[in-house]
Structures are given as C-alpha cells and as structure tokens.
T-cell receptor, first 123, second 116 residues
C-alpha cells in the first residue's frame, strides 16, 4: 500500500514568487495536515483539511493557503515567498477526523502518517 | 499555555548503549501522546502512541512510558544502533469536540547521535 506522497521533492524559488506543493494521502484517509519545519526547528502546524474543507489553521499569514480535492489530495500554496519560508514542508494524513483512540484494541487509532516532505528553498 | 518540552536537546551515545529521552507537557485536556522518529530530511515515522490509561508501550528496542499525573513521558532506547541516529519528537494531542486530531502540540525534538 502506497504511503503519503509529496511532490516536488525539492523546489527552488526566488523572493516574491509563488510555490505550490502537493500531497496525496494514503488511500482511504480523508484528513490531510500540512506542517512547516524550518532548519533546526520543530514542526509548526499550518493547515488541516478534512472532507474537502479547511478545519483548522495555524499561526501563519494568509499568503499560506491550500485546498483539498474530492479525491482527498491536497495542495499548499505559498504566495509572495520570503526568505524565511525556506523549510521542509511535511504533509500527513489520517483516517476520518472523528476517529477516537481506543487504546490497545487498535481500532481507529487516529494515527498520523507523514510523507517525506518537500524541501522549499527561497533565494 | 499548551506546551511540549523535550530534553535533552541533543544527545551523543556510543553504539550498544541505552539512553532515555524526556518529554514534559502542559497540554490539556490530554488525549494521547506519540513519539516519532525523524531521520534527517525525511518525514517523521511513528514509534508509539499512548492514551491516558497506558503507562508503558514497547516497539522493539523502543519503550515509551507515560505518567499522566505528572505529565511526563520518556522514550527509552535499548542497545542503540547507528541507525537510531535521528531526531525524536514528542507530540501531545488535546481533545477537541470528540476528535483526537486537529490540535497537536509538537516538541522540538531530541537529536540523538549514535557513534560506533
């Protein structure tokens, strides 16, 4: 079974340009999460999509936006790129957002599965 | 304020030795705690996930413990291998309208280096 796939693997842009990153979740997963991980820093939550709708948003400016398509794949768009946008952008997927952890029974653990990330470099 | 603090920030050990990584959190209301391993430039991979009622959980040479009263967790690595060199991230989830996701709090990770 294919895992979470992200493209492109690497992307180089210049200041002021726009970047589009793509994510395909695991088959059957409806929730997609985007995170930014700048060099040496922890993961910062960007966006959460579920069933085609934006469910939650992190503390990022509006030039960070995205969408989720009917097939549950997702795009992250970053407009007016700034140097500090250089980072590894990680996408994660999970089963339906209403799932609850049932502990050791293993049913609906609400686990997050991460892709390998897209490395964005802004020059 | 909901926070997740990990210690140490970095750790160097020799191959074959054991080590313990710490995670303290103030997230409330608590739902679950996860440990992830992230190799450099790669996506995080789940090691364990623990709910309120679970005190310990093992995954091979990795054993996680959880003390929900003191809001502390540890990840113990036994007989370390070179491939254990990675960043280990503690993630705590808060409940939110019946969903266990959508509100996750990430620690900044402990960078573990295993030397031969």
């Amino acid at each position: 079974e294919a895992g979470v796939t992200q493209s492109p693997t690497h992307l180089i842009k210049t200041r002021g340009q726009q970047a589009t990153l793509r994510c395909s979740p695991i088959s059957g997963h409806t929730s997609v999460y985007w995170y930014q991980q700048a060099l040496g820093l922890g993961l910062q939550f960007l966006l959460w999509y579920d069933e085609g709708e934006e469910r939650n948003r992190g503390n990022f400016p509006p030039r960070f936006s995205g969408r989720q398509f009917p097939n549950y794949s997702s795009e992250l768009n970053v407009n007016a790129l700034e140097l500090e946008d250089s980072a590894l952008y990680l996408c994660a997927s999970s089963p339906a957002s209403s799932g609850r952890i049932v502990g050791t029974s293993g049913r609906s653990t609400g686990e997050l599965f991460f892709g390998e990330g897209s490395r964005l470099t802004v020059l | 304020k909901n926070q997740v603090e990990q210690s140490p920030q970095s750790l160097i050990i020799l191959e074959g030795k054991n080590c313990t990584l710490q995670c303290n959190y103030t997230v409330s209301p608590f739902s679950n705690l996860r440990w992830y391993k992230q190799d450099t430039g790669r996506g995080p991979v789940s090691l364990t996930i623990m709910t309120f009622s679970e005190n310990t959980k093992s995954n091979g040479r990795y054993t996680a413990t959880l003390d929900a009263d003191t809001k502390q967790s540890s990840l113990h690595i036994t007989a370390s291998q070179l491939s254990d060199s990675a960043s280990y991230i503690c993630v705590v989830s808060a409940t939110r309208r019946g969903s266990t996701l959508g509100r996750l709090y990430f620690g900044r990770g402990t960078q573990l280096t295993v030397w031969p």
